[in-house]
């Protein structure tokens, strides 16, 4: 993070996959340590594009973006790991280990950043029992239900501490109780000072956070260039 409170600035950013038309263009805006933003905007919009970009799981074919006050583009790639720890991701389809118990699954992350069995094992537990599983530790995915899926998914994403988590669609995948249950543990978690973005299209979502910033997509560009609209509108500060 930056003396002011930036996480993330895109400056002028295009994408295009391949040789056709740009998907994501002119992005310029900057998001704030500890803010909640929305994402959102009609199916092809480029949510899913513009996450990929703050995941890095994708380099923008145009333009700049500064991580963590660090510039990303230049980046060596050996370098590109450290930097994408620091973000924690959720997908509408959980994406877990399916042979792999949720303990397992949550525990992950630790191990593969180098933790031992011993330090690790009260941190999963702690976050499993957090977001209501602690009775389901011992359950592979395949035995839980959508919304246990997504619990687990959060518990992983966040376990490492990450500034950042951003999530895909997550509630496309529950119910509408379990969905604002999802959201208010994304809330939770806001509180506790991660920035956090969600994609959705579910504009109700929206409203159960009522100091969540919008960022709208149509086409690809931001209709809010500045990403500071809010929803309900709210007098800017
Ligand atoms: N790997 C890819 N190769 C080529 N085109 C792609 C690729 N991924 C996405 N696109 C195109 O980029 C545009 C934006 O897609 P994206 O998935 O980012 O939108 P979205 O807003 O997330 O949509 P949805 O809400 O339906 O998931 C679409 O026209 C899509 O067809």
Redesign the pocket.
Known sequence: MTADGEIIHFDNVGLR??T?RE?LSDLTFTLHAGRFYFLT?A???????LLRLLYLAQRPSRGGIRMFGTDVITLPRAELPVMRRRVGVVFQDFRLVDHLSAYDNVALPLRVAGHSEQDLAGPVRDILEWVGLADRMDAPPATLSGGEQQRVAIARAVIARPAMLVADEPTGNVDTDMAAKLIRLFDMLNRQGTTVVV?T?DLDLLRKVPDSLIMR?DKGRLSDPTGALRYPPRKLT
Do not use: E, R
Not at 43 to 49: C, L, P, W
């Open positions: 996959y391949g056709d998907v905007g199916s092809g919009a480029g949510k899913t594009s994609a299209h997509l």
